[in-house]
Nanobody, 126 residues
Framework: VQLQASGGGLVQPGGSLRLFCAAS????????IAWFRQAPGQERVPVSV????????YYADSVKGRFTISRDNAKTTVYLQMNNLNPGDTAVYYC????????????????????WGQGTLVTVSS
């Protein structure tokens, strides 16, 4: 089982990036996928989640209106489109998977996810 996050990089404030979460070794189209991020010296915090069908999504308040999560099950990839980035978005971004549907009250707990991938670094700086 492997999850691989990619697409990170250096971007100026106000810019955009698109992150990718690719899966192998399990049936991604039957799993909820979430994005978390971890800034230096801070705990890992939730960003967004999408259920297996793509019909249910949740966002952290800090990214609502700026980030969009989506998925292409045929390509076994989940995307995180990040717009209007600011320095506070600087972090290592991780994707995680779980076979259960997301719950609006619990999706933001790291303990809800069975599989984790290596992260991709996003740096927002001028």
């Amino acid at each position: 089982v492997q999850l691989q996050a990619s697409g990170g990089g250096l971007v100026q404030p106000g810019g955009s990036l698109r992150l990718f979460c690719a899966a192998s070794g399990f049936t991604m189209d039957s799993h909820t996928i979430a994005w978390f991020r971890q800034a230096p010296g801070q705990e890992r915090v939730p960003v967004s989640v999408i259920d297996a069908s793509g019909d249910t999504v949740y966002y952290a308040d800090s990214v609502k209106g700026r980030f969009t999560i989506s998925r292409d099950n045929a390509k076994t990839t989940v995307y995180l489109q990040m717009n209007n980035l600011n320095p506070g978005d600087t972090a290592v971004y991780y994707c995680a998977a779980d076979p259960r549907s997301p719950n609006r009250f619990t999706w933001f707990f790291t303990s809800q996810y069975h599989y984790w991938g290596q992260g991709t670094l996003v740096t927002v700086s001028s």
